[in-house]
Every structure is written in structure tokens, then in C-alpha cells.
């Protein structure tokens, strides 16, 4: 039986930054993984995505030159886009792996299984390892009705050949409105059913309202407090069915209602480490209750943000604390979320929402974009929503508009850094541009 100091069940972001540094650090590491190396951020979810969006952000920065850019000849062709995805994704996979193999770290093909406290099984082979860390991350969820088999998830949908004539997406959650965005600027009849009439939990509801409308504006039905029961065949379309009796005939059927941890078949029942359908249960130490097995990323049970960034902090952390390096409990610093839809949101911290309900914190809105016509390229609708402590402190922020990853990486900054507008000041900035503009309306803010 071969030994290892690390073994990791997955091989995704929550897995391979913290096995680097464990095998810099002279340990020796196994990476186990059934499906492409470098899990599901880089081969089925973030990298695809924000490539194949790419391409339709500069028909929405074109939108906002209406009597300058002649936007009837702009189009995106699908076809072509999804030859260049597979030229660049495709191969990042075997990119990862000899990257791995390099700085020394065993690559194990297939699925592994936690046998004891110390063994993994993969292929009927017995491995045994000082440590575990379990970075199994999420699978799209299913919806348990009529006609599930004709569903797609996302991602069959980030390998479309061609793009359908009708779409709908059943849930309204952060993976559907990005698609929604790209098929609608595609000229696709988008159609979107939720369960409730609160989509997009997690963001600024304000923002939310705001994309939404734009979202109808330029085509997207809206079906909102709308249960589906079922999908049925219909030709060569389907007939997507609500419990109301609404029924939206489409091309392809989407399920986008959430993602669930991938706990099933791992080990977990015979070990007896303790999960729900939510994820691993873990400790302060990002430990399983058996004291040498860890979790990380996506597949923990837990409220903070599920991002490919936590899940690469958390892997770092874990490398830190076994090799410890850091024995002190994991302290997450304040996590900014983005919504890769067009225009983009984003926030960071102390929620507005939350805010406003709080007389201990001050919220600030900011329209920047109308303030700064030239300077944020003509984008009169991008705002952002701060709040301040008591001492005037960036601690929450909500940003809308085509640059809200960037500014929100920004002021990540400022809000884990706990700098005034006085620091702020002491620094200088590119200028012009739009990051210096908005920094310059955050300063008078804060100063208020």
C-alpha cells in the first residue's frame, strides 16, 4: 500500500493551491479525481462561462453609445465562440496535470473512497494517507418530476453547438440569469420560471429589481411564483408545465435550481464522518469530526459565499494548518460575490439591506455613472450603494454596472484593509479613468 502524507479527494481549486504548498513544504501529496483535473471551475462553470460572456459585454458597452456605434451590425456568432471555448478550455485540463505531476505530486484516475480513518480506495487499490481532505465540490441539482431526462444543466449548456431558437430556465438563481443575459443578447426567446417571487437572494435587491427590468426590456419573460411539475415532449420542442396550469412551449428546458454538494459514494456513512444535504460538517479548523480528515471548498456545509476564491482560500489555509504553519481557527475576511450578467453586480460586507435596518451604519448611494457620463464610458445606469460604520468606515458595498467585478475587487481593499478616506488620500490613482472617478465619489462619501 502505497503512503502519503496528503491525500485529496477532488482536484479542483479546493484541492490543488494548498497540495502545492504542502509538496513545496516537502510533503508527499496524491490527488485523486474521476472526472478532468482541475475540477469543475475550470473546465464546466467559471472559466467557460466568463469566456463565452465575454464576446456579448462588448455588444452591451456598444448599447450605451446608441447615435455613435451602428450596434444593428454587431452580432455574436455562437458557433465560432464555442469552437474558440473548446481551443482554450479543452486543453487546461492536461495543462493542470503535468503542472501537478511537476512539482511532484501523484495524479490518481478515478473515484475514491474512504475506507478508514487513513485508507482511500480508488479502482480497488488501497491508499493510506496521514491526512484526507475532501474536495469533492457540487453537482448540478435535478428536479425530481415528469420528463427530468429532458432537462439539460449547465453544463450542456456551455457546450452548445448552436444556440436554440426558444430557451426556458426553471429557477432564477445566479447560473440561469447569466445564461438568460448571453441567450436573450443572442436573439434567443427567453423565457424564466421561479418558485417565488424572490430571485437572486444574496444580492441587493434594489439591483436586482433593476436588472430584471432591463432583462425584460430586452426580451426576457418572466414567470415568477410558478412551480413546475413537469416537461413533456412536443415534437421536437417541449412543453414546460406548471402546477398553476401555465405552459411555455421551448426548445430546451434548463434546470438551474441550485447545485448540491457531492457527499454520495465517498465514504462518509462507513467512516462515520458526519454531513447533510447541505455538505460535510466541519469545525473551526475546516475538520470533519474525524479529527485527521478535512473538507474544503464547495462541498462544506456552510453560510459564507460558496466561490471558487473561498474554496482556494480554505485550501490554503488547510495546508497552513497541517503543516502548522497556522493553528489558529479559519478567519474568512470580508468575501465579495459577483453576478457575471449584463450589466454585472456585485457586493462585498455588511449587506444594504441589513444596513438600513441598523441605526449603527450609514448607506450611501452613489450614481456614478450619471455623475461620470464620459469617464464610465456613457454607462448613465451603473450606481453603487455603501455602507459606512460610525467611524465612517468602508464595512458593505453594492455596485451595478459593466465594471462591478473590478470596483468590487477594489474595494475589497478598503473594506478588509479598514481604511478611511484619509488613507485614501495619501495614495494616488491613475487618472482618468473609471476606477479613480469612483474612488474619488467614494472619498466625498465617506468625508460626509
Known amino acids: 500500500m502505497k503512503k502519503y ?7 479542483g481549486h479546493a484541492a490543488w493551491h494548498g497540495a502545492i504548498a504542502l509538496r513545496h513544504a516537502g510533503k508527499s501529496v496524491a490527488i485523486i ?49 464555442m469552437n474558440y471555448k473548446h481551443s482554450v478550455i479543452d486543453p487546461m485540463a492536461g495543462t493542470m496535470k503535468a503542472i501537478l505531476e511537476q512539482q511532484g505530486i501523484d495524479i490518481i484516475e478515478g473515484a475514491g473512497k474512504i475506507t478508514d480513518a487513513h485508507t482511500v480506495e480508488v479502482n480497488g487499490e488501497s491508499y493510506e494517507a496521514e491526512n484526507i481532505v475532501i474536495a469533492t465540490g457540487q453537482h448540478s441539482n435535478e ?74 426590456e430586452e426580451g426576457v419573460h418572466f414567470h415568477m411564483s ?41 465514504g462518509l456513512e462507513e467512516v462515520g464522518i458526519e454531513y447533510s444535504r447541505f455538505g460535510v460538517k466541519v469545525d473551526e479548523y475546516l475538520r470533519t469530526n474525524v479529527p485527521n480528515i478535512y473538507a474544503s471548498g464547495d462541498v462544506i456545509e456552510k453560510m459564507i459565499p460558496k466561490l471558487t476564491p473561498t474554496a482556494t482560500f480554505e485550501s490554503n489555509y488547510i495546508a497552513a494548518h497541517i503543516l502548522k504553519m497556522n493553528e489558529m481557527p479559519i478567519q474568512y475576511p470580508a468575501i465579495p460575490s459577483v453576478l457575471y450578467s449584463l450589466p454585472r453586480l456585485s457586493n462585498i460586507g455588511v449587506g444594504i439591506e441589513e444596513a438600513k435596518n441598523n441605526d449603527e451604519y450609514k448607506v450611501i448611494d452613489i450614481p456614478f455613472g450619471k455623475r461620470m457620463v464620459f469617464e464610465y464610458k456613457n454607462e448613465t445606469e451603473a450606481e453603487m450603494t455603501i455602507v459606512l460604520d460610525s467611524e465612517k468606515r468602508l464595512v458593505g458595498a453594492a455596485i451595478y454596472g459593466d465594471d462591478a467585478p473590478d470596483l468590487i475587487n477594489l474595494l475589497t481593499f478598503i473594506v478588509n484593509q479598514k481604511l478611511t478616506a484619509r488613507d485614501l488620500n495619501q495614495m494616488i490613482f491613475a487618472f482618468p479613468g473609471s476606477s479613480s472617478g469612483v474612488l474619488d465619489q467614494l472619498k466625498l462619501a465617506m468625508m460626509l
Open 226 to 266: 410558478e412551480n413546475v411539475v413537469a416537461v413533456k415532449e412536443n415534437g421536437t420542442n417541449y412543453d414546460v408545465v406548471t402546477q398553476s396550469g401555465l405552459t411555455i412551449q421551448s426548445d430546451y428546458v434548463l434546470d438551474a435550481t441550485g447545485r448540491m454538494p457531492n457527499v454520495e459514494g465517498i
Open 143 to 216: 428536479l425530481n418530476i415528469e420528463g427530468k431526462e429532458f432537462t439539460k444543466n449547465s453544463r450542456d449548456f456551455l457546450s452548445l453547438e448552436s444556440m436554440p431558437n426558444s430557451i426556458t430556465f426553471i429557477g432564477l438563481g445566479i447560473i440561469s440569469i447569466e445564461f438568460a443575459s448571453i441567450a436573450v443578447k443572442a436573439g434567443v426567446e427567453t423565457h424564466m420560471i421561479h418558485v417565488d417571487d424572490q430571485p437572486l437572494r444574496g444580492f441587493y435587491s434594489a439591483h436586482v429589481e433593476k436588472l430584471m427590468d432591463k432583462l425584460k
Open 5 to 11: 502524507d496528503v491525500v485529496y479527494l477532488g482536484s
Open 33 to 81: 479525481e474521476k472526472d478532468r483535473i482541475a475540477g469543475t471551475c475550470t473546465n464546466y462553470g467559471c472559466n467557460a462561462k466568463i469566456l463565452l460572456e465575454n464576446p456579448f459585454e462588448v455588444l452591451e458597452q456598444a448599447s450605451h453609445y446608441p447615435n455613435i456605434i451602428n450596434t444593428e451590425n454587431l452580432e455574436v456568432n455562437w458557433e465560432n465562440l
